[in-house]
C-alpha cells in the first residue's frame, strides 16, 4: 500500500452538512476499498485563485490515505462524476517525502519545547528584575 494525499475542492453552494458527508463519503470510499485514512482536515471556504466553474470560493478538503495504486483511478472518477467538486489533485507521497515532512514535525515539536522552556526560565528570571526607579540594594541608601 502506498500513502496519498487528496486534496478537493467542493463548490461554494454546498452546505457545512453536505461537505461533512461528502467527506466522510470518501472517507467510507477509500475504507471499503482496502484503504486506511491516516489523516482527514476540512479547511473551510476559501477564496480561488482563478474563476472555475463560475465560482470563485470553494472549500478545501484534505484526505491522506494509504490504498493500492489501482484504487487511485477508481477515486479519480468519483471526483470527475461529482458536479459539487471543482478541482482535485491526488498526489503520491514517497518514502523520502514522508520522512523529510516527519523530520519537520520533530524539529517543530523539539522547537516548541525549547520556546516554552525559554518562556518558563523568562517568568522565572522576571521575579529578580529590579524595580524602575530604585538603585541598588537597601544596605546602599548610607548616603
Known amino acids: 500500500m502506498r500513502t496519498y494525499e487528496a486534496l478537493y475542492i467542493v463548490s461554494a453552494a454546498v452546505d457545512d452538512d453536505g461537505i461533512q458527508t461528502m467527506a466522510k463519503d470518501t ?7 482496502g484503504g486506511a485514512i ?9 477564496k480561488l485563485a482563478y474563476v472555475v466553474k463560475k465560482q470563485s470560493e ?7 490515505f ?13 471526483f470527475k462524476l461529482n458536479e459539487s467538486i ?5 498526489v503520491h507521497l514517497d518514502e523520502p517525502a514522508l520522512r523529510l515532512e516527519e523530520e519537520q514535525q520533530r524539529r517543530k ?12 526560565d523568562d ?5 529578580a ?15
Open 27 to 33: 472517507e467510507t470510499l477509500v475504507a471499503n476499498h
Open 109 to 120: 515539536r523539539e522547537e516548541l519545547a525549547r520556546s516554552s522552556a525559554r518562556a518558563e
Open 86 to 90: 471543482l478541482r482535485y489533485l491526488i
Open 66 to 78: 494509504q490504498a493500492k495504486p489501482d484504487f487511485i483511478a477508481r477515486l479519480e472518477s468519483t
Open 38 to 46: 491516516v489523516r482527514s482536515e476540512i479547511w473551510g471556504r476559501r
Open 129 to 143: 528584575v529590579p524595580v524602575p526607579g530604585r538603585r541598588g540594594h537597601a544596605d546602599d541608601d548610607e548616603d
Open 123 to 127: 517568568d522565572d528570571d522576571q521575579d
Open 58 to 64: 470553494g472549500n478545501y478538503i484534505l484526505l491522506r
